[in-house]
């Protein structure tokens, strides 16, 4: 079964720091690109950003939000992605999720499995 | 900042067709963005739909169809069941899926 698990999450204060895991089982990790998505309470999903695999230099990119603050990075012998976020703001309380970007064989492309998601509570 | 648009509620009947768009503030859509249509029910994650502009994963019930129209990435329902009711995003890949941005979702109601 293709499971993805997060876990991490917890209550910090202003600029502070956390850092997410992402537990993948189930298929193949190294060869997947994992992005980040988090979603405030009562509101929509934000697309936070992405790793990609080892083939395609671990290359990541963030939402402008997140950029210079926040770090995605993996460890394929573990099949975990992590999300590092420093100096966080109240706007980061979130439920954070992890997904995987699956690639179909014709090369389209698109999240198909997520984690459960683990909640980020950034307050004083 | 780009921006993706998505009606923020409609209603259908059971068994009714209802179309939801996507799009977005840089232009028309097409299938280089990828389009990609989530469901989300209340205190659950977020299940994939479709994939690249139509393309439906194993799971997806087949009801459910994604399209281009007008300019724009669609998620047509046909044949809404009561289950069908929930929060539908849409997501738009720019820069070859080096950036996403999501819709900010249709609340669907089914009366």
């Known amino acids: 079964e293709v499971q993805l698990v997060e876990s991490g999450g917890g209550l910090v204060q202003p600029g502070e720091s956390l850092k997410l895991s992402c537990a993948a089982s189930?298929?193949?990790?190294?060869?997947?690109?994992m992005h980040w998505v988090r979603q405030a309470s009562g509101k929509g999903l934000e697309w936070v950003g992405r790793?990609?695999?080892?083939?395609?230099?671990?290359?990541?990119t963030y939402a402008a939000s997140v950029t210079g603050r926040f770090t995605i990075s993996r460890d394929d012998s573990k099949n975990t992605a992590y999300l590092q976020m420093n100096s966080l703001k109240t706007e980061d309380t979130a439920v954070y999720y992890c997904?995987?970007?699956?690639?179909?064989?014709?090369?389209?492309?698109?999240?198909?499995?997520w984690g459960q998601g683990t909640t980020v509570t950034v307050s004083s | 900042q780009t921006v993706v648009t998505q009606e923020p509620s409609l209603t259908v009947s059971p068994g009714g067709t209802v179309t939801l768009t996507c799009a977005s503030s840089?232009?028309?859509?097409?299938?280089?963005?990828?389009p990609n249509w989530f469901q989300q029910k209340p205190g659950q994650a977020p299940r994939a739909l479709i994939y690249?502009?139509?393309n439906k994963h194993s799971w997806t019930p087949a009801r459910f169809s994604g399209s281009l129209l007008g300019g724009k990435a669609a998620l047509t329902l046909s044949g809404v069941q009561p289950e069908d009711e929930a929060e539908y995003y849409c997501?738009?890949?720019?820069?070859?899926?080096?950036?996403?941005?999501f819709g900010g979702g249709t609340k669907l109601t089914v009366l």
């Open positions: 997904t995987r970007l699956f690639v179909s064989n014709t090369g389209d492309y698109g999240m198909d499995v």
């Open positions: 189930g298929f193949t990790f190294s060869g997947s690109a």
């Open positions: 790793i990609r695999s080892k083939a395609k230099s671990y290359a990541t």
């Open positions: 840089t232009g028309a859509v097409t299938s280089g963005y990828s």
């Open positions: 690249s502009t139509s």
């Open positions: 997501l738009l890949y720019y820069g070859g899926a080096q950036l996403g941005v």
